[in-house]
């Protein structure tokens, strides 16, 4: 199995309450590495590029205003299939659907604020670490 690198963002939701060190830890267990971290108060503009994909859905601005509501945590996680491994410590996006011991069972409040984001494919991945990190900013 390859080593491979993902995005992470612990949310505004999860900063307020304290959670960036718990969170953080779930995935170290999981066996990701950070390899990169940030705190960052997104701009709007920010906000609804890093979601561009999802302009036209309908929860679009409630999304932006969400994520732009207080400060975030951007990481780069590394480790064997790490994409698909931070998918599943981070749980379903609806945490009344999320799986006992995910990161969205325990701290996520709503569908909205679901406490994690994680990047879903190698491509959306790439871009995402290409959006918020340089280069230089990740040591492996
Ligand atoms: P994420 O991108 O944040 O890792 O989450 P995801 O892949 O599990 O979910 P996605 O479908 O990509 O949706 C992105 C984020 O939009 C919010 N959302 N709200 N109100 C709603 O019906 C609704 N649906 C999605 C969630 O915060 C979700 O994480
Ligand atoms: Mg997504």
Redesign the pocket.
């Known amino acids: 199995m390859a080593i491979e690198r993902t995005f992470s963002?612990i949310?505004p939701d999860a900063t307020r309450r304290n959670l960036t060190g718990k969170i953080t830890a779930k995935l170290e267990e999981a066996g990701l590495r950070v390899v990169a971290s940030k705190r960052v108060w997104m701009s709007r503009a920010q906000a609804e590029g890093f979601?561009a994909?999802?302009k036209e859905?309908?929860?679009?601005g409630?999304?932006v205003e969400?994520?732009t509501a207080g400060p975030t945590v951007v990481q780069v996680l590394e480790g064997e299939n790490a994409i698909l491994k931070n998918?599943e410590v981070?749980g379903?996006?609806?945490p009344a659907n999320a799986a006992e011991g995910t990161i969205?069972k325990e701290f996520a409040v709503?569908?909205?604020?679901?406490s994690?984001?994680?990047?879903?494919a190698p491509e959306t991945a790439a871009q995402e670490i290409a959006y918020w990190f340089s280069g230089v900013e990740l040591v492996g």
């Open positions: 963002m949310k979601y994909v999802h859905r309908p929860f679009f409630e999304l969400t994520m998918r981070m379903a996006t609806n969205r709503s569908i909205g604020e679901n994690v984001h994680g990047s879903d």
